[in-house]
């Protein structure tokens, strides 16, 4: 893609999102620090963009268009990590005759730094994900999913952390209730446990104990349930943590032109994303770093 189509598609959903800071205009270029997030979620083993004649989708997506977009946004600014919120398997024929074997290395291929782990994740059974951990070169986040009694023990980590130019960044994973929604002999004995409690342990630890500047969760438990408004979301979980500067979503397939901005529990905005399905966005959050002032964020849904 030519560099001038490229910044056009990637400024079209832009949007500023002051978070307690000044405007960008008043950043100083030489000190302030740019941390770049890309992210993914629910591309349901879509490798190949859809045809010309697929409706609304129409000539979208696809793994090596993805891998322009990625690589270009990596060269304007190095200091980018890309994340996937899960549902990376289940959708088209390459799942059903790779296992996630295709997927997982491509994402390698990628580059991912991270991933969540989505209910659909589960389809060949956890022995089934578990024999395609190798052909990933990136790792698995999930706090809240408790695989200590699993093929999947050590494999999963509840989160983990990066330094870029010099901003330390802790990025803990949730995943969606497995009971009734996932036959039990596919999960096995994966222990789940309360996105939200687990949530605000992990933010606290992040924040405090390995001081993060930037706290991010990985989650694949839904933006938003408006039929059951107490049932936990991404938008609740904002809401009753403290820590979280950014939550990337999954699971309900909701597309985002630009970030959602949440007030938590301690009247601080938490940013909330997520871009569809099926690999026909990237998302992009840039945060801005500046000594002595807050944290700014602006943030985009890219088409691919």
Known sequence: MKRRQFIQKSTAATALVGLGGLGLQSFSPSKTKKITILHTNDVHSHIDPFGPDDGRNANKGGVARRAT?????RKENPNTLL????????????????GGE???????????????????????????????????????????YDFTNTVMDTHVKPYKTFVRDGIKIGIFGLGIQLDGLVDKKMYKETVYHHPIEIAQDMSRILKEDHSCDLVICLSHIGYEYRNSPNRVSDINLARATKDIDLIVGGHTHTFLPKPTIETNSVGKKVLVNQVGAFGLYL?????????????????ASIMV
């Open 102 to 144: 295709l997927e997982f290395k491509l994402m390698s291929m990628l580059k991912y730094d991270v991933a969540t782990i989505g209910n659909h994740d589960f389809d060949n059974g956890i022995d089934g994900l578990y024999a395609q951990i190798p052909h990933a070169k990136f790792d698995f986040v999930s706090a809240n």
């Open 69 to 73: 977009l990625v690589e270009n946004i």
């Open 283 to 299: 998302g992009r959050v840039d945060f801005y770093f500046e000594p002595g002032k807050k944290v700014q964020a602006e943030g």
């Open 83 to 98: 994340l996937d919120a899960g549902d990376i398997f289940q959708g088209t024929p390459y799942f059903n005759y790779y």
